[in-house]
C-alpha cells in the first residue's frame, strides 16, 4: 500500500513562488513515476507535471519554463516548484504515483492565487 501526503499549499499574490512537497510511504519509490495534477474549481483534473525514475520531466504547456518537479529518492519525495504564479494556477493540487496495483492519490493542497 502507498500513501502520499502532499503539503506547501497556501494563499499567494501572483507572481509570487511556492514549493509543493509529497512524501510517499511504502518501498520501491524510486522505481515508479511520480506526478503533480491539479483541479480548479468546476473544472476537471489535469496533469501539470510528471517525473519517471530515471528523471525525465514532462510538463503542461499552461506550466512550462514556470514550474519545475523534482524527486529525491533518499526521502521518497516529490517536490513541484512553482514561480510566477497567476491565478489561473489556483487549484488544489494531488500528489499521484503509478504502479502495477494501480493509481494512488494523496488528499491535495489548496493552491490560492490572488491577483
Known amino acids: 500500500q502507498v500513501q502520499l501526503v502532499e503539503s506547501g499549499g497556501a494563499l499567494v499574490q501572483a507572481g509570487e513562488s511556492l514549493r509543493l512537497s509529497c512524501a510517499a510511504s511504502g518501498s520501491m519509490f524510486s522505481r515508479y513515476l511520480m506526478g503533480w495534477y491539479r483541479q480548479a474549481p468546476g473544472k476537471q483534473r489535469e496533469l501539470v507535471a510528471s517525473?519517471?525514475?530515471?528523471?525525465?520531466?514532462n510538463y503542461a504547456d499552461s506550466v512550462k519554463g514556470r514550474f519545475t518537479i523534482s524527486r529525491d529518492n533518499a526521502k521518497s519525495t516529490v517536490y513541484l516548484q512553482m514561480n510566477s504564479l497567476k491565478p489561473e494556477d489556483t487549484g488544489v493540487y494531488y500528489c499521484?504515483?503509478?504502479?502495477?496495483?494501480?493509481?494512488?492519490w494523496g488528499k491535495g493542497t489548496l493552491v490560492t492565487v490572488s491577483s
Open positions: 517525473i519517471t525514475s530515471g528523471g525525465s520531466e
Open positions: 499521484n504515483t503509478r504502479r502495477p496495483s494501480g493509481d494512488y
